[in-house]
């Protein structure tokens, strides 16, 4: 059986960077087995690589008549959140970064210049990053008016200052864990409810600590296996290039009521989660760490594995555990 460009266009809809693999895939497969193919722009004997590099330059055009345009993206904030925000947007096929707008002017910014371009999130940082020698294509208004949707990673409140100005724009807006699930109504983490925040205007990504906690547990509760979940995190006192400033040394700071926010954020995206969380901050400047009792509705093995809970991202199961 042939695969038809018609099919193709449907399974690579939208051109996405797992789409594209997918499709290579499966051309190739096809390929490999001796089947004819009606692909555009690709030869019978194209390699895996031709194969990527014609769907990619077919999806960022048209395909069959249908246009092919790219999200224009626009981050506000370059910290912690912001940098791997942009670094993740370059990669994408079907987005275009149009640029990044902060208000410092020291190594992290500078880092940045010559990648894309750097505007000023207010008035004052526009004087400053051009007196630091940085080139600067604008004020945030002129960022938000290239741009479809605007990924807010600037610190704790004040993104919910900069909604306003965003809403004004008329761009769609993601919000960093930071602010409150209450400004802009939902909460996200891919594993757990992409579906639900198709055709929002607005939505938030939840922390680090509550991504975690959304992804082993959710995994566990599709399985039909979590009964309840207790918790104890043990965060970083700060970040790594702000020690110097603050922090804590040979002690620990809990958290001054239970349960710690982390439980209750996670509900935001998982509401019939039934989770309890106590947390402190260390003596440490690295990582945050987890530790879970669990009452499971049945007997398990580490072997059971559901959803590859074990293998997800940015966490791992001891194997003592």
């Not at 809809?13 to 722009?41: H, K, T, W």
């Not at 993740?88 to 149009?98: C, G, T």
């Not at 947390?279 to 072997?303: D, V």
Request: hydrophobic share 40%; net charge positive.
């Amino acid at each position: 059986m042939s695969l038809r460009a018609e099919n193709l266009r449907i399974r690579l809809q939208p051109c996405s960077a797992p789409a594209v693999r997918i499709g290579v895939e499966g051309i190739y497969a096809q390929l490999a087995g001796g089947e004819d193919m009606d692909f555009p722009l690709v030869p019978k004997t194209a390699k895996p690589s031709g194969l990527r590099t014609a769907i990619e330059e077919t999806c960022n055009r048209t395909w069959k008549g249908i246009p092919m345009t790219k999200t224009r993206v626009a981050v506000n904030g370059y910290g912690v959140i912001g940098k791997r925000v942009a670094d993740a947007v370059l990669l994408q096929p079907d987005m275009e970064l149009i640029g990044v707008a902060d208000i410092i002017t020291d190594w992290r910014i500078r880092s940045a210049a010559g990648r894309f371009p750097l505007f000023a999130s207010t008035a004052e940082a526009r004087d400053a990053m051009g007196q630091a020698g940085l080139t600067i294509s604008g004020d945030l208004a002129d960022l938000l008016a290239q741009a479809d949707v605007v990924v807010d990673a600037t610190p704790k409140h004040v993104a919910a200052g900069n909604l306003p100005r965003y809403r004004a724009a008329g761009v769609k807006v993601v919000m960093q864990g930071g602010e409150s699930h209450d400004t802009t109504g939902h909460s996200f983490v891919a594993q757990a409810n992409y579906d639900s925040a198709l055709g929002r205007d607005m939505t938030r990504v939840v922390s680090c600590n509550t991504t975690s906690i959304v992804r082993v547990l959710g995994a566990l509760q599709d399985a039909g296996l979590l009964a309840k979940a207790r918790g104890v995190l043990i965060r970083r006192a700060t970040d790594p290039w702000e020690s110097h400033l603050g922090g804590i040394m040979n002690t620990m700071v809990p958290e001054p009521k239970i349960p710690s926010h982390q439980g209750p954020d996670a509900r935001t995206v998982l509401p019939g989660l039934d989770v309890v969380t106590i947390a402190a901050k260390g003596a440490h400047t690295q990582t945050h760490n987890h530790y879970w009792t669990l009452q499971l509705t049945r007997p398990s093995t580490r072997e059971e594995d559901p959803r590859g809970a074990s293998r997800g991202p940015a966490h791992r199961v001891h194997p003592d555990g």
